[in-house]
């Protein structure tokens, strides 16, 4: 990502039409740090429902992501991949904590079992 600030003296040099998108939150200092969640699931059955995640750091400072606005189907050994978003990043994870929700109030809860996951940083991909 680009700083509001120096966005364009990075992107005037190309010499196509350039779009810029900058993903920015309610609260101050509006910056969003983005995770790429990979999803490996092994539930029987198909799951729709919605992701939200908790990562802890080792002096156990928490953030959560906002829950994604569209729902993602989970099905057995399929890959989702879902871009994620914090208020505040968290150099050093010592956890990851995942809720599942259908957003339905009425029928049963519903289990997603995990397979393998990965949290990968977008804004520092080296991490």
């Known amino acids: 990502g680009y700083h509001a600030d120096r966005w ?3 992107l005037i040099p190309y010499s196509s039409p350039t779009k810029a998108y900058f993903d920015t939150s309610d609260k101050d200092p509006f910056c ?3 995770y790429l969640l990979d999803i490996t699931t092994w539930n029987k059955s198909i799951r729709r429902g919605f992701i939200k995640v908790k990562i802890i750091d080792y002096a156990g400072n928490t953030v959560e992501s906002q829950m994604n ?3 993602s189907t989970f ?3 399929k890959r989702v991949k879902i871009l994620t978003g914090f208020h505040q ?3 050093k994870i010592a956890k990851i904590s995942l809720t599942f929700s259908t957003k339905n109030l009425i029928g049963p809860k519903y289990k ?3 397979l ?3 949290l ?3 804004n520092n991909p080296k991490r």
Do not use: T
Request: a positive charge; hydrophobic letters at 35%.
């Open 120 to 122: 990968k940083s977008l």
């Open 32 to 34: 969003m740090y983005n």
């Open 112 to 114: 997603l079992r995990i």
């Open 89 to 91: 990043d968290i150099e």
């Open 116 to 118: 393998q996951m990965k």
């Open 69 to 71: 606005s569209e729902a």
């Open 75 to 77: 099905q057995q050994y």
């Open 8 to 10: 364009k003296k990075m």
